[in-house]
């Protein structure tokens, strides 16, 4: 081990361990610290985790949060594990609204604050400021997590207020917001639009964009994270009797739709 390269022992060796480990092994010298702490580490780390036997689903109910452990072989959950809140909160009071590589994008619903929290760690921050940046109200905000390509975690919040559409970044790297355009259609500030979670895939967010009632308008806005352009895009071709509702989710970098139709039957299709 001795004879070894520290970019070997690195990045061919501790990019395999759990993420707590890794955690500890900041500890061991400067170098270690720096080099754990590179986006490069970071996204390889991630990527290896991507297996199945790594993979965890984390529950909030209205006392606890706990991980379990997916048995893919035999679609089931194995032990759960309690995790604690690092940061102060009320019974049912915590929403989870974004994820991304382990990093959870949460809501205090008392406060309306927003914060990164990363489970695995505990570490966690406060993304609200004395001037009303990081506060979301359900039903009427709409938030996404992505990576930009200088590998800085950002979120992007869309903030619907009185018929007023304002978007903001948030920027992990300098710890900011800050405004950008949105030139969209007038409709969508309506609060009859829902929008969904932003779905990151490929250098993009998607949010579905639907009228609240049958039979009406739905669409798929995407967000460029490097460009930060939003563009329009078609529904996909699903039947348009009776309910339609379509969930967004990244499949190995590959964006899909759940889409659910019908009326008192429901049938799902990928």
Not at 1 to 25: C, N, Q, W, Y
Not at 46 to 59: A, E, I
Not at 123 to 128: D, G, I, V
Not at 240 to 258: P, R, W, Y
């Amino acid at each position: 081990m001795a004879d070894l390269p520290i970019h070997t022992i690195v990045f061919e060796i501790l990019t395999r361990l759990p993420a707590k480990d890794v955690g500890r092994s900041k500890s061991v010298c400067k170098q270690w610290y720096a080099l754990l702490s590179t986006q490069d580490f970071v996204r390889i780390h991630c990527s290896r985790s991507l297996v199945s036997s790594n993979q965890r689903v984390l529950l909030i109910d209205d006392l606890t949060c706990y991980v379990r452990p997916i048995i893919s072989k035999s679609n089931d959950y194995g032990p759960s594990s309690i995790v604690t809140f690092p940061f102060h909160h009320q019974n049912n009071d915590v929403s989870i609204l974004s994820h991304l590589n382990g990093l959870l994008y949460v809501c205090l619903n008392h406060t309306y604050e927003l914060l990164l929290w990363n489970p695995t760690t505990t570490a966690f921050k406060r993304l609200s400021t004395p001037n009303s940046h990081g506060f979301y109200i359900n039903n009427l905000d709409a938030v996404g997590l992505y990576v930009d390509a200088d590998d800085d975690y950002k979120v992007l919040h869309i903030k619907r207020r009185s018929g007023v559409l304002g978007v903001y970044v948030y920027s992990r790297e300098v710890d900011s917001w800050r405004n950008i355009p949105f030139i969209t259609r007038q409709e969508y500030l309506s609060p009859h639009f829902d929008w969904s979670a932003g779905t990151f895939c490929g250098g993009t967010l998607y949010f579905t964009v639907c009228e609240c009632w049958l039979g009406g308008t739905k669409r798929v806005i995407c967000f460029d994270v490097n460009s930060e352009q939003f563009k329009e895009i078609s529904f996909p071709p699903v039947p348009s009797i009776g309910m339609v509702q379509g969930v967004l989710v990244n499949v190995k970098n590959v964006l899909h739709m759940f889409a659910s139709t019908g009326m008192f039957e429901m049938t799902i299709d990928l």
